[in-house]
């Protein structure tokens, strides 16, 4: 990439008890986050997803099989926000105003945002759980009560 970091898979894990996995990748700018979902649970393609996570869910999308593995649903997010320390190449740098040049703001370490990964993938996990609970709850069924005298 001309203008930033090359992108690249820094952590690839599957998150235990949930059918989830994460991955904190370098995006060009800053540290990117994904949680993934098998092409095939009934949650892949939810368009409207939203969990708790760094400013919340920008990408939703399949795995194109470089940098999001192929048979995988994704939802991103990444940590180039207001607050957070961007790291751009020398090259663009150069075109700042004087006073940007230098980051400024949170500089998010990998293990930090994969922490992050695993606090949304639990967050996320618990929602679902209750969801199929409510969904798959016994309602009380009324007694029949015998023909009118």
């Known amino acids: 990439m001309k203008d930033g970091h090359e992108p690249a898979i820094l952590r690839d894990f599957l998150i235990a008890g949930t059918p989830l996995r994460g991955l904190v990748v370098q995006g060009p700018f800053s540290l990117c986050a994904y949680l993934g979902v098998p092409l095939e ?3 892949a393609q939810v368009d409207e997803l939203q969990f708790d996570c760094h400013w ?23 940590y180039a926000h207001a607050g957070d320390a961007m790291d751009f190449p020398e090259a663009v740098r150069a075109l700042l105003p ?3 040049r230098q980051p400024r703001g949170k500089r998010w370490t990998v ?3 994969e922490h992050e990964v695993i606090d949304a993938a639990q967050s996320l996990h618990a929602q679902l759980v209750q969801v199929i609970e409510a969904a798959t709850a016994s309602l009380p069924v009324p007694k ?3 023909p009118a005298r």
């Open 56 to 78: 919340g869910v920008t990408f939703a999308g399949e795995g194109d099989g470089q940098i999001r593995p192929a048979g995988w649903y994704w939802y991103g997010w990444d």
């Open 111 to 113: 293990d930090e945002v």
């Open 98 to 100: 004087e006073g940007l």
């Open 41 to 43: 649970h009934w949650l």
């Open 144 to 146: 029949e009560e015998g």
